[in-house]
């Protein structure tokens, strides 16, 4: 016969050991989760792009009267149902002229492949009225980024200010 006391103490060591258990794989889950967001890619806002989009830009052998210039784009100009709602999304636009067909599609891939946050939104493209072989460019890139833990706590803040309250009974 086993002692009461026994059983007592083999009942509180497992319910410890349960509980060690549970608070470990806890543990490794946030370290999982923290380890994956060190993969997400940094945030790059507008003027960060244009600066970027201007050093690209010089490696290639453009005419100086073939800039037009970088200009902000809002949103609503991108195109309807560019992002959802949570997501900043901001524009830039890139004014090319006189630019072949070559051209256009080597600088439309390096604009996009400059950060894996910026996407190519759209082109205007209209050919040029002096020699049809040459296109005046537009290129429309969004930039899409997360909201930082400030603006996401604020906007969920306002939506639940905004919403009725539940009552339960």
């Known amino acids: 016969m086993i002692p009461y006391s026994y059983f007592s103490s083999s009942f509180s060591s497992d319910a410890h050991y349960v509980s060690n258990r549970n608070l470990i794989r806890k543990l490794l ?3 999982q989760l923290a380890s994956e967001s060190e993969s997400m890619p940094k945030t790059v806002d507008a003027d960060t792009l244009k600066t970027k989009i201007t050093d690209m830009l010089a490696h290639y052998p453009l005419l100086p009267e073939q800039n037009g210039g970088i200009v902000t784009i809002p949103p ?15 524009g830039v636009g890139v004014k090319l002229k006189k630019l072949n ?9 390096e604009l996009e492949s400059q950060n894996p946050n910026v996407k190519l939104a759209g082109i205007d493209m209209t050919a040029d009225r002096t020699n049809t072989h040459y ?3 537009l290129f429309k890139l969004a930039v899409y980024n997360l909201p930082s833990a400030f ?13 009725p309250p539940t009552t339960t009974e």
């Open 76 to 90: 609503d100009d991108l195109g309807p149902g560019v992002a959802v709602r949570r997501l900043r999304v901001s």
């Open 151 to 163: 603006e996401a706590s604020s906007t969920k803040k306002s939506d639940s200010a905004t919403e």
């Open 29 to 31: 889950r946030a370290n």
């Open 135 to 137: 296109f005046d460019v």
């Open 101 to 109: 067909l070559k051209q256009i599609v080597e600088i439309g891939y």
